[in-house]
């Protein structure tokens, strides 16, 4: 294993010159839990200001204040996406490493962390320097996550590649620590240290999970392990302790069950678990703006779309110092109005976001034009758009992140760029197609009442498109499109036989398909799930594995494979369960 605690193998050869500068003496590492305690409840309550006032003093003196205070400046930088927020988060996170640099076990060059443990025993380790090495590891996971984000350099891209390898051995190593010490007498800071190698090995383990098979093998040949159970477990138990991570293994189990398993999977998160997950904490910080979010996420997910317009709202109404959290919430309004086809009011978000939000502005501006597209002429001229003027405007707002382009917006801009030529040709139904992308139509699946509205948009489109007195070289295309959308429609109705017809008649375009390629390898997935949710096992895995095996090359092909490898292994599971 290589010596991965060797401070010039990890960091920008800044350690040395700390060597020497004594430990602050006036907090210990107790008083220093018991700060950040103090300092996540008004965190929690958004008063984030005074929570970095809390902290900053102690900053170069106690790991955990530097690991609080880097933390909060490094969730800002994630939601601002602004290259000036993400430099100095990036400056407080290597203050933070050299902090935590001071109290590790001085090791020599050639002996590694792991040798330590292994002959010398866990006794060497004082407590401060087992809590040294997570909140290092921690801070270094965060370093590398905006390192990749922050410029577009290969060089860059490989140093936080590193940066992250380095994090997941020391949590590795932190488990073999909480391992060999189960008899050990667990006092509040050693509980403390357990809670964070839960949150760290869980969360590892679980996003690694997430991915394809082939990538999957690549890295575990590396050294890492992606096992969605024990991922699980570990977050669970974390999420359980009375810790201070307890709630970052709170967030990260609802960030997976609500986000990851909707847009990366099949829609199918376990909203019971994010509730009561949740439930303690709406109790004790009603008025959290995180809290409300995550509350109001759930409700969209149940398909009660008014009731989470009305919390997404109240999160607004919160607090006003981080405005990231409001265009979270336009982000989720946005397209809380879009499955209701109140398209004036999706607009409305749409806007707000291309106004205040770095995140993505072509994105915006797509989803900004794409639903002005839905409103009759009169309501467009009432905004003061130029619906054409907005799409070719998309690929100029394009942006790379670690070399990059970001596939949703490759998308955006392939879709746009109809609008370049001289005779622009409409996109058809382009907000629907996005929310498919979003996988939003399995969100929209759980109303029955909006999912027939949304049919009848469909067809109407279906119709123009049949009607066409003048058939584009798109027409196939978006026939095609058309097809899938109504099919996915038909699904959630209970229609199978119609949605089948509908998926096969995309299948069957394939040759004629010219610029939509995607069409028809997610159409082979949707056919799976179709047959899945029939209980048809081996009809579904042919279908998966035929989108899977047949086609490569095409527009959001990850994240198709995202999908696929979470098909599969819940068909795995569901055919042990249903031999």
């Given at each position: 294993m290589a010596n991965f605690t060797d401070p010039r193998a990890d960091e920008d050869q800044y350690e040395d010159a700390f060597e020497d500068i004594p430990m602050a003496s006036q907090m210990d590492l107790k008083s220093a839990l018991d700060d950040c305690n103090v300092a996540l409840g008004l965190f929690l309550n958004n008063k984030f200001s005074e929570a970095l006032d809390l902290l900053r003093p102690w900053s170069k003196d106690s790991m955990y204040h530097a690991l609080g205070y880097s933390t909060m400046h490094a969730m800002q930088a994630a939601m601002t996406f602004e290259q000036h927020d993400i430099l100095a988060a990036i400056s407080t996170l290597k203050e933070a490493l050299q902090t935590c640099q001071k109290f590790r076990k001085k090791n020599s060059v050639v002996e590694s962390f792991s040798l330590l443990i292994l002959k010398r025993g866990t006794d060497q380790l004082t407590e401060e320097e087992m809590h040294a090495e997570m909140c290092y590891a921690e801070c270094l996971l965060q370093k590398a996550a905006l390192t990749l984000v922050q410029d577009e350099n290969m060089i860059n891209f490989i140093k936080g590649g590193i940066?992250?390898?380095?994090?997941?051995?020391?949590?590795?190593?932190?488990?073999?620590?909480?391992?060999?010490?189960?008899?050990?007498?667990?006092?509040?800071?050693?509980?403390?240290?357990?809670?964070?190698?839960?949150?760290?090995?869980?969360?590892?383990?679980?996003?690694?999970?997430?991915?394809?098979?082939?990538?999957?093998?690549?890295?575990?040949?590396?050294?890492?392990?992606?096992?969605?159970?024990?991922?699980?477990?570990?977050?669970?138990?974390?999420?359980?302790?009375?810790?201070?991570?307890?709630?970052?293994?709170?967030?990260?189990?609802?960030?997976?069950?609500?986000?990851?398993?909707?847009?990366?999977?099949?829609?199918?998160?376990?909203?019971?678990?994010?509730?009561?997950?949740?439930?303690?904490?709406?109790?004790?910080?009603?008025?959290?703006?995180?809290?409300?979010?995550?509350?109001?996420?759930?409700?969209?997910?149940?398909?009660?779309?008014?009731?989470?317009?009305?919390?997404?709202?109240?999160?607004?109404?919160?607090?006003?110092?981080?405005?990231?959290?409001?265009?979270?919430?336009?982000?989720?309004?946005?397209?809380?109005?879009?499955?209701?086809?109140?398209?004036?009011?999706?607009?409305?978000?749409?806007?707000?976001?291309?106004?205040?939000?770095?995140?993505?502005?072509?994105?915006?501006?797509?989803?900004?034009?794409?639903?002005?597209?839905?409103?009759?002429?009169?309501?467009?001229?009432?905004?003061?758009?130029?619906?054409?003027?907005?799409?070719?405007r998309v690929e100029s707002l394009k942006q790379r992140f670690a070399g990059k382009s970001i596939p949703t917006e490759k998308f955006a801009v392939r879709k746009a760029r109809r609008y370049t030529s001289p005779t622009p040709v409409k996109l058809v139904l382009p907000p629907l197609e996005m929310m498919y992308i979003w996988n939003g139509f399995a969100i929209l699946g759980k109303r029955a009442d909006l999912t027939e509205n949304m049919l009848v948009t469909i067809e109407k489109a279906e119709t123009e498109l049949q009607n066409n007195p003048k058939p584009a070289e798109y027409q196939v295309d978006d026939e095609s499109l058309?097809?899938?959308?109504?099919?996915?429609?038909?699904?959630?109705?209970?229609?199978?036989?119609?949605?089948?017809?509908?998926?096969?008649?995309?299948?069957?375009?394939?040759?004629?398909?010219?610029?939509?390629?995607?069409?028809?390898?997610?159409?082979?997935?949707?056919?799976?799930?179709?047959?899945?949710?029939?209980?048809?096992?081996?009809?579904?895995?042919?279908?998966?594995?035929?989108?899977?095996?047949?086609?490569?090359?095409?527009?959001?092909?990850?994240?198709?494979?995202?999908?696929?490898?979470?098909a599969l292994n819940s068909l795995n599971t569901s055919g042990q369960d249903h031999p």
């Amino acid at each position: 294993m290589a010596n991965f605690t060797d401070p010039r193998a990890d960091e920008d050869q800044y350690e040395d010159a700390f060597e020497d500068i004594p430990m602050a003496s006036q907090m210990d590492l107790k008083s220093a839990l018991d700060d950040c305690n103090v300092a996540l409840g008004l965190f929690l309550n958004n008063k984030f200001s005074e929570a970095l006032d809390l902290l900053r003093p102690w900053s170069k003196d106690s790991m955990y204040h530097a690991l609080g205070y880097s933390t909060m400046h490094a969730m800002q930088a994630a939601m601002t996406f602004e290259q000036h927020d993400i430099l100095a988060a990036i400056s407080t996170l290597k203050e933070a490493l050299q902090t935590c640099q001071k109290f590790r076990k001085k090791n020599s060059v050639v002996e590694s962390f792991s040798l330590l443990i292994l002959k010398r025993g866990t006794d060497q380790l004082t407590e401060e320097e087992m809590h040294a090495e997570m909140c290092y590891a921690e801070c270094l996971l965060q370093k590398a996550a905006l390192t990749l984000v922050q410029d577009e350099n290969m060089i860059n891209f490989i140093k936080g590649g590193i940066k992250i390898r380095t994090s997941y051995n020391i949590y590795r190593e932190c488990q073999q620590i909480v391992q060999m010490t189960q008899d050990r007498v667990k006092t509040d800071v050693y509980c403390q240290f357990e809670g964070g190698v839960k949150l760290g090995i869980g969360a590892f383990n679980l996003m690694l999970s997430l991915l394809p098979l082939r990538i999957l093998r690549l890295l575990e040949f590396i050294g890492f392990s992606g096992n969605r159970d024990l991922g699980l477990t570990m977050l669970r138990e974390g999420a359980a302790a009375h810790s201070l991570r307890a709630i970052l293994s709170v967030l990260t189990l609802l960030m997976y069950q609500t986000y990851i398993t909707v847009v990366l999977g099949g829609g199918e998160g376990n909203l019971q678990e994010a509730e009561s997950l949740l439930e303690p904490y709406l109790k004790k910080y009603p008025n959290g703006s995180i809290i409300i979010f995550y509350g109001a996420r759930i409700s969209i997910l149940k398909g009660n779309f008014e009731m989470a317009q009305v919390k997404f709202e109240e999160c607004i109404a919160a607090q006003e110092e981080w405005r990231q959290i409001h265009h979270l919430c336009y982000w989720e309004l946005m397209w809380s109005n879009s499955f209701q086809q109140q398209w004036l009011e999706a607009y409305r978000y749409a806007d707000l976001l291309c106004k205040e939000s770095r995140w993505s502005q072509a994105i915006y501006t797509f989803q900004k034009a794409a639903i002005l597209s839905m409103l009759p002429e009169k309501d467009v001229k009432q905004t003061s758009e130029n619906v054409e003027e907005l799409f070719r405007r998309v690929e100029s707002l394009k942006q790379r992140f670690a070399g990059k382009s970001i596939p949703t917006e490759k998308f955006a801009v392939r879709k746009a760029r109809r609008y370049t030529s001289p005779t622009p040709v409409k996109l058809v139904l382009p907000p629907l197609e996005m929310m498919y992308i979003w996988n939003g139509f399995a969100i929209l699946g759980k109303r029955a009442d909006l999912t027939e509205n949304m049919l009848v948009t469909i067809e109407k489109a279906e119709t123009e498109l049949q009607n066409n007195p003048k058939p584009a070289e798109y027409q196939v295309d978006d026939e095609s499109l058309v097809q899938l959308l109504k099919g996915l429609c038909l699904k959630y109705l209970g229609r199978y036989l119609q949605a089948e017809l509908c998926l096969n008649q995309v299948i069957q375009n394939e040759k004629r398909i010219r610029y939509d390629h995607y069409l028809v390898p997610y159409a082979h997935y949707e056919m799976g799930m179709l047959h899945k949710g029939q209980g048809e096992w081996e009809k579904a895995k042919r279908s998966i594995e035929t989108a899977k095996n047949n086609y490569k090359d095409y527009s959001m092909e990850s994240r198709l494979h995202f999908r696929i490898h979470a098909a599969l292994n819940s068909l795995n599971t569901s055919g042990q369960d249903h031999p």
